[in-house]
């Protein structure tokens, strides 16, 4: 079945980086598009990144673009984002997301998800 | 950028009782919507897509409705395990925002 696992998150200082990765296991991830989704402590959820199943286009949320960079490995099903610049408003668990492969943008798998505390 | 605003934000409800959660987008959006639920501690899981369209697996209690602004979720017979967040979400053009929510208590 599909599993999406995240890593990579924990306590960076403001203006920071970080990268997170997410293993994809249980389906033919060059087939799929994929995302990263998040969520704020007590919030709601919110896109943040999503690319094209053979990397070829990038999309991104206003509040992340130009700090954030989504990329992947289809060689190693991986799923990478790579965060700089980073800031209080981006402490979230951050979710790797499969796309569900129609024409439209649906989340048909999630990650457990990962943690990123931006504190100093 | 298209809002989706969730209705109601809360809503404490009893076993096997009808619940309704409306989604109602700022500009039409065809049938570009779909539902999630996220246990407490858990991440989302889709339910619906395109509106009305039951994700696999889901249970036949969970229905969705609705086109252009207007979107409803419908779970018939409530069970206890249904205590959760839901969220819609559109896709019809960037970003994919989501609705803000709404928090279903069981009594």
């Not at chain 1, 249980?26 to 919110?46: C, D, I, S, T």
């Not at chain 2, 339910?47 to 409705?65: D, E, N």
Request: glycine share 10%; net charge neutral; aromatic share 10%.
């Amino acid at each position: 079945q599909v599993q999406l696992v995240e890593s990579g998150g924990g306590v960076v200082q403001p203006g920071g980086s970080l990268r997170l990765s997410c293993a994809a296991s249980g389906f033919n991830f060059n087939k799929y598009g994929m995302h990263w989704v998040r969520q704020a402590p007590g919030k709601g959820l919110e896109w943040v990144a999503f690319i094209r199943l053979d990397g070829s286009d990038e999309y991104y949320a206003d509040s992340v673009k130009g700090r954030f960079t989504v990329s992947r490995d289809n060689s190693k099903k991986m799923l990478i984002l790579e965060m700089n610049s980073l800031g209080a408003e981006d402490t979230a668990v951050y979710y790797c997301a499969k796309d569900l492969g129609a024409a439209g943008i649906i989340f048909d798998h999630w990650g457990p998800g990962t943690l990123v505390t931006v504190s100093s | 950028e298209i809002v989706l605003t969730q209705s109601p934000d809360f809503q404490s409800v009893t076993p096997k009782e009808k619940v309704t959660i409306t989604c109602r987008a700022s500009q039409s959006i065809g049938s570009n919507v779909h539902w999630y639920q996220q246990k407490p501690g858990q991440s989302p899981k889709l339910l619906i897509t395109y509106a009305s369209q039951s994700f696999s697996g889901v249970p036949s209690r969970f229905s969705g409705s609705g086109s252009g602004t207007d979107f409803t979720l419908t779970i018939n017979s409530l069970e206890a395990e249904d205590a959760a967040t839901y969220y819609c979400h559109r896709s019809n053009s960037l970003p994919y925002t989501f609705g803000q929510g709404t928090k279903l208590e069981i009594k």
